[in-house]
């Protein structure tokens, strides 16, 4: 049971020593489960040397699988120049040049700031939105958040106040922070047929509460684009650019998280250039970095910026900082990972898949289990029902597990969100490999339907 090199006891002392996230360990410590000892291609590797081909893209972040490229070997050059350093009292190169890049890349933009993961960045993003009205106006009473309903925003107490998923987050709302909320498009798209109709809707009901509170409102926050763990809902047309009129309408700060779905989730580089809403300050994460290293960061423009500039005694400075901020290995991995998207035209092989996995979908529909398919760019949700009611059960188990346990038995690894099937691979993915994950999708689901039909 201790031998390091017996599978066998891999398994058993991940069940001993090794608390998953998300996940009820009374099921996980039932179960025969795999640990992934290397990678390969677009393929995990596990224990007992079997290839699970990669669905969930390392939780939406990896973007060139697992093998050899540019990006790795620029990490490793990095790791013995100057494997750290940090940014309290000191530069450093890598912090300074992908700053630049990323500030050329992102139009509107001015500043960076890092951090190592999706919720940090949301959390500097929400504390510089206070800071700011705070440090313009000591008075300022503007220090609450406008979020929308089913938005996820990370997992620390802040961002847990304003992304709230109730599935997710109910044991701990008693210490989250007040926060104003409104409905999002996903409330109301079995409401209305008409796409036009939800967007005014849910900007009228935006513009009602930021009329009513917009003296007590630092920021809106947002994701760009789509929400993805409330339930993989794209925004409809205009949505996001007239909720960036209102927000300068009233004066309220917008903060856009594309720590999901910005470098090409959803088939853009920059989400918010495409929906043609420039924010105050914007998150990255995720494919960012290629998958490789835990940074994020957090983009903001010259007037915020400038607000926090004074002498030492005012204390206007951004009190923030991570150890790690600026790692010099996470930065020159997002160098080389931007460099590598332009050199191999990513963006362009991501829009061309997504219209080739937008037809292999449509076959879903002939299935009853299959209420909605949600698609855009390198993301898909497919919604399951059993009749009217969402299917969240299989054969006495989550849905989640059920289809995490079918797949891996073929060799493929997919997750759910509620009773969400999502598709979310590495962007690099070619196209034969993007061909198994919807395969085996199907397949899993073809046979769920049997037996569903059957039973009822
Ligand atoms: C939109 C969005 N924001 C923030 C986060 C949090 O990122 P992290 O898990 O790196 O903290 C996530 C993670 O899934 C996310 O989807």
Same mark, same amino acid.
């Not at 990095?78 to 040049?97: A, D, E, H, I, M």
């Not at 009749?387 to 989550?398: A, R, T």
């Not at 034969?432 to 039973?455: C, H, P, R, T």
């Given at each position: 049971?201790?031998?390091?090199?017996?599978?066998?006891? @891999?398994?058993?002392?991940?069940?001993?020593?090794?608390?998953?996230?998300?996940?009820?360990?009374?099921?996980?410590?039932?179960?025969?489960?795999?640990?992934?000892?290397?990678?390969?291609?677009?393929?995990?590797?596990?224990?007992?040397?079997?290839?699970?081909?990669?669905?969930?893209?390392?939780?939406?972040?990896?973007?060139?699988?697992?093998?050899?490229?540019?990006?790795?070997?620029?990490?490793?050059?990095?790791? =013995?120049?100057?494997?750290? =350093?940090?940014?309290?009292?000191?530069?450093?190169?890598?912090?300074?040049?992908? /700053?630049?890049?990323?500030?050329?890349?992102?139009?509107?933009?001015?500043?960076?700031?890092?951090?190592?993961?999706?919720?940090?960045?949301?959390?500097?993003?929400?504390?510089? =939105?206070?800071?700011?009205?705070?440090?313009?106006?000591?008075?300022?009473?503007?220090?609450?958040? &406008?979020?929308?309903?089913?938005?996820?925003?990370?997992?620390?107490?802040? !961002?847990?106040?304003?992304?709230?998923?109730?599935?997710?987050?109910?044991?701990?709302? =008693?210490?989250? @922070?007040? *926060?104003?909320?409104?409905?999002?498009?996903?409330?109301?798209?079995?409401?209305?047929?008409?796409?036009?109709?939800?967007?005014?809707?849910?900007? #009228?009901? *935006?513009?009602?509460?930021?009329?009513?509170?917009?003296?007590?409102?630092? /920021?809106?926050?947002?994701?760009?684009? /789509?929400?993805?763990?409330?339930?993989?809902?794209?925004?409809?047309?205009?949505?996001?650019?007239?909720?960036?009129?209102?927000?300068?309408?009233? #004066?309220?700060?917008?903060? %856009?998280?594309?720590?999901? !779905?910005?470098?090409?989730?959803?088939?853009?580089?920059?989400?918010?250039?495409?929906?043609?809403?420039?924010?105050?300050?914007?998150?990255?994460?995720?494919?960012?970095?290629?998958?490789?290293?835990? +940074?994020?960061?957090?983009? *903001?423009?010259?007037?915020?910026?400038?607000?926090?500039?004074?002498?030492?005694?005012?204390?206007?400075?951004?009190?923030?900082?991570? *150890?790690?901020?600026?790692?010099?290995?996470?930065?020159?991995?997002?160098? !080389?990972?931007?460099?590598?998207?332009?050199?191999?035209? %990513?963006?362009?092989? +991501?829009?061309?898949?997504?219209?080739?996995?937008?037809?292999?979908?449509?076959?879903?529909?002939?299935?009853?289990?299959?209420?909605?398919?949600?698609?855009?760019?390198?993301?898909?949700? +497919? #919604?399951?029902?059993?009749?009217?009611?969402?299917?969240?059960?299989?054969?006495?188990?989550? +849905?989640?597990?059920?289809?995490?346990?079918?797949? &891996?038995?073929?060799?493929?690894?997919?997750?759910?969100?509620?009773?969400? %099937?999502?598709?979310?691979?590495?962007?690099?993915?070619?196209?034969?490999?993007?061909? $198994?994950?919807?395969?085996?999708?199907?397949?899993?689901?073809?046979?769920?339907?049997?037996? $569903?039909?059957?039973?009822?």
């Amino acid at each position: 049971m201790f031998n390091k090199n017996n599978n066998y006891s @891999l398994d058993s002392n991940d069940k001993r020593y090794v608390w998953h996230p998300y996940t009820q360990m009374k099921i996980w410590n039932r179960g025969s489960n795999k640990i992934i000892i290397e990678g390969d291609d677009f393929y995990l590797i596990d224990q007992n040397k079997k290839k699970i081909l990669d669905g969930v893209a390392g939780m939406w972040s990896n973007v060139w699988g697992y093998g050899e490229n540019p990006i790795i070997k620029s990490m490793q050059r990095q790791l =013995s120049t100057l494997p750290n =350093s940090t940014l309290f009292g000191l530069g450093n190169r890598k912090s300074v040049n992908l /700053a630049e890049k990323l500030i050329k890349l992102c139009k509107g933009m001015d500043k960076v700031f890092y951090s190592d993961n999706g919720s940090t960045a949301i959390e500097i993003a929400l504390k510089m =939105s206070t800071q700011y009205w705070k440090n313009k106006n000591n008075n300022s009473k503007k220090h609450l958040f &406008l979020s929308l309903r089913n938005g996820y925003h990370g997992d620390t107490i802040g !961002t847990m106040s304003v992304g709230f998923v109730a599935n997710f987050f109910e044991s701990y709302k =008693s210490i989250l @922070l007040k *926060t104003f909320r409104v409905p999002s498009p996903k409330d109301y798209e079995f409401k209305y047929e008409v796409e036009s109709e939800i967007v005014d809707k849910c900007l #009228d009901l *935006t513009e009602k509460k930021l009329k009513k509170y917009s003296s007590k409102i630092s /920021a809106m926050i947002m994701e760009s684009g /789509a929400q993805i763990a409330g339930g993989v809902s794209i925004y409809p047309r205009n949505y996001q650019k007239k909720i960036s009129e209102l927000c300068k309408k009233y #004066d309220v700060l917008l903060i %856009l998280d594309e720590i999901a !779905t910005g470098f090409g989730r959803l088939g853009n580089m920059i989400e918010y250039e495409k929906q043609k809403s420039i924010p105050d300050i914007v998150c990255y994460g995720k494919a960012l970095n290629g998958g490789y290293f835990p +940074i994020a960061v957090t983009l *903001t423009t010259n007037k915020i910026y400038k607000a926090f500039l004074g002498n030492y005694k005012d204390k206007k400075q951004f009190f923030h900082g991570h *150890t790690y901020t600026g790692h010099p290995v996470g930065c020159t991995a997002c160098i !080389t990972n931007i460099d590598h998207y332009k050199k191999t035209n %990513l963006i362009v092989h +991501i829009q061309q898949n997504s219209i080739h996995v937008q037809k292999k979908l449509n076959k879903f529909y002939d299935l009853d289990i299959v209420s909605k398919i949600r698609h855009k760019g390198l993301l898909t949700g +497919i #919604d399951l029902v059993n009749g009217k009611k969402s299917l969240n059960f299989v054969q006495g188990l989550p +849905i989640n597990y059920y289809i995490m346990k079918e797949s &891996l038995k073929r060799g493929v690894y997919l997750r759910t969100l509620g009773n969400i %099937l999502t598709i979310i691979p590495p962007l690099a993915i070619p196209r034969a490999k993007l061909d $198994i994950l919807i395969d085996v999708s199907y397949e899993i689901l073809y046979l769920l339907d049997k037996e $569903i039909s059957n039973i009822t």
